[in-house]
C-alpha cells in the first residue's frame, strides 16, 4: 500500500490536490505582506504575529462562506454555478459545511503557523485544518454520524504490517462502536475466501479486542465490517462465530454493480493483465504479475523495489488505457500506486462505502466519514470514497488516533450541552 511519506507538498501535477493548492496559494499573499518582518523587536514581532494570524483566519472565513454557498448551489441541482466550482474546477461535492476559520485557530495553536515568518503556510498545514473542520462539522451536525470507515495500510497500521493488539488506535475504534456508530475498514487487499482468515490477521488485533470487549454489547460488536477488494467482499464481526462472518453479495450489492456483465470485467482483468505485462518488458521492471479474482497486480520480485517514478509512469499508462476500453466504460474499475506495487482492482471505495450505508440501512454520504491516506487525484484509490461521503486525508497511523481523539471529544462536547 501507500508509503507513509504519500502525503507532501504536491511538487507534481498529477498528484496535486486542486483545493488545497488554491487555498495556497490565497494565504501566500498575507504571509508576503504581514508575516515577514525586518524588524525583530520582541513587540513588532507579537504584532506581525497578530496581525497574519487575524489575515489568514479571514481567507479561511471566505473560503467558508465560499464552500457553503457551494452546497446551496448543490442543494439546487446545479453546482457548476457555484463560486468555489468555478475558481476550482476540480472540486468535488460537500456533505457538510466545514466551519474552516475555527479549525484554523485550533491548528495555528499546535502547528504556529501564524508565527512563522521563513515558511509560508504548507499544503499539510492546510491539509490537517481540513481534517479539523470536517471533524468539528460531524460533531455538530444535526444530523449525527453513524458510519466511520477506514483504510488499511498507513491508516490503521504501518505499510505492509497488520493491527496488533497493542496498536494505539484500536481503544478509538472501540469508543466509536460504544457511541453506536458502525465501523467498517475499506481496503484494497482482495482474499477470494470466505473463512474471513486472512482478513483476521490482518486485523487481528481489532477483531480480538471486540471479542474480549466487556463494554460493548453484542449489538455494538456486529457493528463492525471489514468491505475487501475496494467492494467486492464483506465480512461482518459475528458474536456466535467470534470472529468474521462472509456475507453474501446479494445482502450488499449495489444494483449497479450487480447489473455488470462478467464479460466485461473478464475483459478489463485481461487488458490490465497484458498492459502490466507490456510495462514490464518496456521500463525493465524487476517486477511480476499477479491475478486474482477481482483485480491484477504489479508487484516487485524478492529483493527488488520500484522507484516512484516507475510506479506512477505504469498507473498513469495502464489507466489511460483502460479508460479508452469499452468494457471498462461499462463498469468501474480503479488503478492506484501501492507505494511499492501497481494494483488494477474491479470496482471502487466509492462503492465499498455505498454498499456499506445500504447494508446498513440507507445511511447518507453527510453522516458518513472515511478516513484514508490516498487521496491524490490519480493513481490513489481513497480518492474516489470522497463520492460517497465525508473524508478526512491522513499521513500516517499517528494522525488517524489524533483525528479520532479529535472527534470524540467534539462530539463529547455538543453532547454536554444538548
Request: glycine fraction near 6%; hydrophobic fraction near 40%.
Amino acid at each position: 500500500m501507500a508509503s507513509r511519506y504519500r502525503v507532501e507538498y504536491a511538487l507534481k501535477e498529477h498528484r496535486r490536490d486542486g483545493f488545497i493548492e488554491w487555498i495556497k496559494g490565497l494565504l501566500a499573499v498575507p504571509f508576503v505582506l504581514h508575516a515577514v518582518q525586518s524588524d525583530s523587536h520582541e513587540i513588532n514581532d507579537i504584532k506581525t504575529t497578530s496581525d497574519a494570524r487575524r489575515r489568514y483566519a479571514e481567507i479561511f472565513f471566505d473560503v467558508e462562506k465560499l464552500i457553503e454557498d457551494q452546497i446551496l448551489m448543490q442543494n439546487q441541482g446545479n453546482p457548476g454555478a457555484g463560486r468555489l466550482k468555478q475558481l476550482v474546477p476540480s472540486i468535488s461535492s460537500f456533505f457538510t459545511k466545514l466551519p474552516l476559520e475555527k479549525a484554523f485557530y485550533i491548528e495555528d495553536d499546535r502547528r504556529s503557523i501564524s508565527v512563522r515568518r521563513l515558511v509560508c503556510p504548507s499544503f499539510n498545514d492546510i491539509r490537517l485544518i481540513l481534517n479539523t473542520a470536517q471533524a468539528l462539522a460531524l460533531a455538530q451536525a444535526r444530523d449525527p454520524l453513524q458510519l466511520v470507515t477506514f483504510d488499511g495500510d498507513v491508516t490503521l497500521y504501518e505499510d505492509g504490517h497488520s493491527l496488533v493488539p497493542d496498536a494505539q488506535v484500536i481503544p478509538r475504534l472501540l469508543a466509536l462502536l460504544k457511541k453506536d456508530l458502525y465501523v467498517g475498514v475499506v481496503t484494497a487487499a482482495g482474499y477470494n475466501e470466505h473463512s474471513g482468515d486472512k482478513y483476521y490477521q490482518r486485523l487481528k488485533g481489532l477483531v480480538d479486542a471486540i471479542r474480549d470487549s466487556d463494554n460493548l454489547t453484542d449489538e455494538q460488536k456486529e457493528r463492525f465490517t471489514v468491505m475487501g477488494g475496494e467492494s467486492n467482499y464483506l465480512f461482518r464481526y459475528s458474536v456466535s462465530k467470534k470472529g468474521l462472518n462472509w456475507i453474501e453479495p446479494e445482502e450488499w450489492l449495489l444494483e449497479e454493480m450487480a447489473n455488470w456483465n462478467e464479460t466485461d470485467i473478464l475483459n478489463v482483468l485481461d487488458l490490465a493483465e497484458q498492459l502490466l505485462n507490456e510495462l514490464i518488458k518496456r521500463l525493465c521492471l524487476p517486477a511480476t504479475v499477479v491475478r486474482k479474482y477481482r483485480g491484477v497486480g504489479l508487484v516487485p520480485n524478492p529483493g527488488c523495489k520500484l522507484t516512484r517514478e516507475q510506479l506512477e509512469e505504469t498507473v498513469l499508462v495502464t489507466r489511460r488505457r483502460l479508460e479508452s476500453s469499452s468494457s471498462a466504460q461499462r463498469i468501474k474499475f480503479c488503478a492506484f500506486d501501492g507505494g511499492s506495487d501497481v494494483w488494477v482492482d474491479i470496482a471502487s471505495k466509492d462503492l465499498g462505502v455505498a454498499s456499506l450505508q445500504r447494508y446498513f440501512g440507507g445511511i447518507s454520504p453527510k453522516r458518513t466519514l472515511h478516513i484514508g491516506d490516498q487521496f491524490a487525484s490519480v493513481g490513489s484509490n481513497d480518492f474516489k470514497a470522497r463520492l460517497s461521503g465525508c473524508t478526512v486525508w491522513i499521513a500516517n497511523p499517528e494522525e488517524t488516533v489524533t483525528i479520532l481523539d479529535d472527534l470524540m471529544r467534539y462530539i463529547d462536547m455538543e453532547e454536554a450541552f444538548r
